[in-house]
């Protein structure tokens, strides 16, 4: 089966072509000759890969006489960092890498936000391509053109905007993800529902036995409705000053959750379990606020539960003190990107399909949502 979908994502005015389906990484060579006449490929990959697909993409340009290096490192958000940025800027200066070759990322959202912040920042912006291998990168980390790398205990802190000159997402790749990668990343395909689709929320929680089961006619709909939905919150507000910040939705006590749950600078929770139990947390916080219906609250549960996403985050699972990851939950959460003169931003769902940024939540009501959602 070839190309099925080609989306053009025109973001900020350079528009550039994502193409889903199975197999549109064969297409690869050509995308890239409509883009640069320079024949010099890096390969930036996760080790899973290196190998595998990696190599097999770096054949395809061999056999048209590109030069190519292949740099793999480990996967993980642990490695989501400076000195593994060092490293691919080593290779690029060794290996005269110029502003119109091409680096190609083929990974997760780790790969992919750390070779996006490379290619941004090497001569200020080289050619990127993105190959997103997970779920979660196909449908939210590789469009939108956020790249970054962690820093110490800040989640995402040193980053650009930069978008790539082409997407291919091949759901081929989905076939080998594990379930708990899989599942993650339909934390962020149920929040495009929430924020921004009623019928897409009802199709997800009528289908969920299907895109379970990773069925193929499920996945390809699923995935390009959300990243219809990402790009008409992107369009125009790249840099996130309006409509884009309800992509933000879940994140702000996710990210505080995901980060104070990290073991010697390494995850214990996927980005999309974070959100998910984010998620959790801003239902809890938009029924004391806002009085949102508690049935609300229960069928995101339901949907969750019944595809395996977490709702709640148990501190003794996690090797932690409840009283101690409580505290570190809501130390962290004032750290957050989304701050305002001091206050949270924080984006709660006033029903479903329906998102608002709301920028004077109380404190205490923050507290007693991390007091919700943390167990012993
Ligand atoms: N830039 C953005 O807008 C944005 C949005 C959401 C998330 N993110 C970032 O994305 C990161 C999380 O990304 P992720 O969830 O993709 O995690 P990841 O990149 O760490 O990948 C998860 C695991 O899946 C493995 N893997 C990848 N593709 C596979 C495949 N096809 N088959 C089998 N195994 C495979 C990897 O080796 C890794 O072990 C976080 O750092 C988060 O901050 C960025």
Redesign the pocket.
Do not use: E, F, P, W
């Given at each position: 089966m070839g190309l099925e979908r080609k989306i053009i994502a025109d973001l900020d005015g350079t528009p550039y072509p994502i193409y889903l389906g199975r197999d549109v990484v064969d297409g690869i060579v050509g995308y890239v000759q409509e883009a640069t006449k320079n024949n010099k490929i890096l390969i930036v990959t996760?080790n899973?890969f290196k190998d595998t697909l990696a190599r097999n993409i770096a054949d395809l340009f061999e056999e048209q006489n590109y030069s190519v290096v292949i740099h793999a490192l480990g996967?993980?958000?642990g490695n989501?960092t400076i000195n593994e940025v060092l490293k691919i800027y080593s290779v690029l200066e060794e290996e005269e890498f110029a502003r119109d070759s091409t680096l190609i990322a083929i990974?997760?959202?780790?790969?992919g936000?750390m070779s996006g912040f490379v290619a941004s920042t090497w001569l200020r912006g080289m050619n990127l391509v993105h190959i997103p291998?997970?779920l979660?990168?196909m449908i939210?980390?590789s469009i939108?053109g956020?790249?970054?790398i962690n820093f110490r205990h800040t989640?995402?802190g040193i980053g650009s905007y930069y978008h790539p000159i082409a997407n291919l997402i091949d759901l081929n790749?989905i076939d080998?993800?594990?379930s708990r990668?899989y599942t993650?990343g339909l934390a962020e395909v149920i929040k495009c529902g929430i924020i921004n689709d009623l019928d897409f929320y009802h199709y997800l929680s009528e289908n969920y036995q299907s895109i379970k089961n990773k069925s193929q006619e499920h996945i390809i709909e699923f995935v390009k409705r959300t990243i219809e939905i990402k790009i008409q919150h992107v369009q125009g507000d790249v840099r996130e000053g309006s409509k884009r910040l309800l992509l933000n939705y879940g994140h702000t006590l996710g990210h505080s959750i995901e980060v104070s749950t990290m073991k010697d600078g390494h995850e214990q929770l996927?980005?999309?379990e974070g959100v998910s139990i984010g998620i959790m947390a801003v239902a809890y916080i938009a029924g004391e606020y806002l009085g949102l219906d508690s049935t609300v609250y229960g069928s995101y549960k339901l949907l969750f539960e019944k595809l395996g996403l977490p709702v709640d985050v148990s501190a003794s699972a996690m090797g932690m003190q409840r009283e101690t990851l409580l505290n570190a939950c809501i130390k962290n959460v004032n750290k957050d990107k989304k701050r305002l003169n001091n206050k949270l931003r924080l984006i709660l769902a006033t029903e479903i399909g329906k998102a608002s940024v709301f920028d004077d939540v109380p404190f205490n009501i923050i507290e007693n949502a991390f007091n919700h959602i943390i167990k012993v």
């Open positions: 996760d899973y996967a993980g958000k989501k990974g997760g959202g780790v790969i936000d291998t997970t979660m990168a939210d980390s939108g956020k790249t970054a989640i995402n790749l080998s993800l594990s990668d993650s996927r980005h999309g």
